[in-house]
């Protein structure tokens, strides 16, 4: 009896979460013109930051400085340039930017320099129209002090 109880029990249940579960994977809203919608990924956009170095003291450009943002390096050309970049979730977003002189005295030894870039209410462009939001950028130039 107890079994006959359980079987058709776990019948009903079954029954019921495959229709709430149907249900809940396409619902009109989910689900316009018959093809669901995709339950994956995340959007994403990339952050750039751009800018050149350059010596408080003199204003010359400062080569070979390492520039760390996110999980992204770059090192400034013989013109002191650079360009980092991180993917993040496309709306505003804050980044640390970190400069250091690490070639030594060659070209004059520059203590280091933490700045905030902030994005505030970017415009993105050139994204592919799905997850891909398309690339936004901000232009920083920085002038590092000498060592003491």
Known sequence: MKRAIYKKYNTLLSFLLTVLGFGA???ISSCEYGTPAVEYGTPFATFKVNGSVRSEATSDQIPNIRVVMGEDT???DASGNYQVANMDFPGDQT?????KDIDGPSDGEYQPLDTIV??????????SGGWDSGETEEEIHVKLKDKE
């Open 25 to 27: 994977a396409c619902s």
């Open 118 to 127: 902030e994005f505030v209410d970017p415009e993105f462009s050139g994204g």
């Open 74 to 76: 770059a090192y400034t």
């Open 95 to 99: 980044f640390m930017v970190e400069f």
